[in-house]
């Protein structure tokens, strides 16, 4: 039995800092080299968010190629055993991102540090400067389709009664104030609630504790399929990642996002 067995997805500092030398831990960094390299949690892999997205215009969000999460998942060393714990130092975005990739390649067995580093740093915790070996090379991965919403799974999804669309953008690109793409505005019946506004800056970023509330007064119920974008998908991994910890049953990330249906002709938008 994992160490871990008995925690909730998304964790608090003392949790992990308890269960560090667990051999099943894989400890997953996703601030930035700089960062990385001045101190992170003992033990950390760092993961250059950019390897998490395709990274290519119009819809730089979308998975990167196979060949290139075999690739970086044989670095982490993964197995069907392992138990990953995920932090970045902004809220939890590219954390969310990583952990929705994990459930892309149907890995069920992780957990997100609350608050991440910015929580580990708040109560004075060990920080380390030893950079983890790599563990290997390529391992096999199958991709699972559950997890994403394609562009034309949502378009045919558009106006049904157990759908929420969940647009995690600033409130000036959801009303077509800032133009990032070749269209202005948001998706039909899509539902603004910005990323940022879900985390409690008073607790160093870990989740708010009121979100199953808000979510509830905006529409974003458990009753419906929960579908959740931004320009990238950076910001709506966030957005996964609370709808995933709070037990929503039906959660998709859309990859693509503004940035793929800001610029496809054939896609209607609203302001």
Not at 52 to 69: C, H, K, M, V, W
Not at 224 to 229: L, M, P
Request: hydrophobic share 40%; glycine share 10%; proline share 7%.
């Amino acid at each position: 039995m994992s160490a871990f067995s008995t925690l909730p997805l998304v964790i608090e500092p003392a949790d992990l800092a308890a269960r560090l030398a667990a051999p099943e831990l894989i400890l997953v960094d996703l601030t930035s080299a700089a960062r990385y390299a001045a101190g992170h949690i003992p033990g950390a892999h760092f993961v250059d968010p950019k390897r998490t997205q395709l990274g290519q215009p119009p819809a730089p969000g979308l998975l990167p190629a196979l060949a290139q999460l075999e690739a970086l998942f044989g670095e982490l060393g993964h197995n069907p055993e392992a138990l990953y714990v995920v932090y970045d130092d902004e809220g939890g975005g590219w954390a969310g991102r990583f952990i929705w990739l994990l459930d892309v390649i149907g890995h069920g067995r992780y957990h997100y540090l609350n608050g991440g580093l910015q929580a580990w740093l708040a109560e004075a915790r060990e920080l380390s400067q030893v950079t983890p070996a790599s563990a290997g090379g390529p391992v096999a991965l199958a991709l699972h389709d559950e997890p994403s919403a394609t562009r034309e799974y949502l378009q045919s999804r558009l106006g049904a009664a157990d759908l929420a669309i969940w647009d995690a953008r600033a409130p000036s690109e959801y009303r077509g104030e800032k133009v990032l793409a070749a269209k202005a505005g948001h998706i039909p019946g899509a539902i603004n609630f910005e990323w940022t506004a879900g985390m409690d800056p008073a607790r160093a970023l870990r989740i708010r504790e009121d979100m199953p509330a808000i979510l509830e007064s905006l529409g974003i119920s458990k009753d419906k399929e929960i579908i959740t974008h931004c320009q990238t998908h950076h910001r709506s991994g966030f957005t996964y990642l609370i709808a995933k910890a709070l037990g929503y049953p039906r959660v998709k990330g859309y990859a693509g996002s503004w940035g793929e249906w800001g610029n496809h002709p054939d896609t209607p938008v609203e302001l």
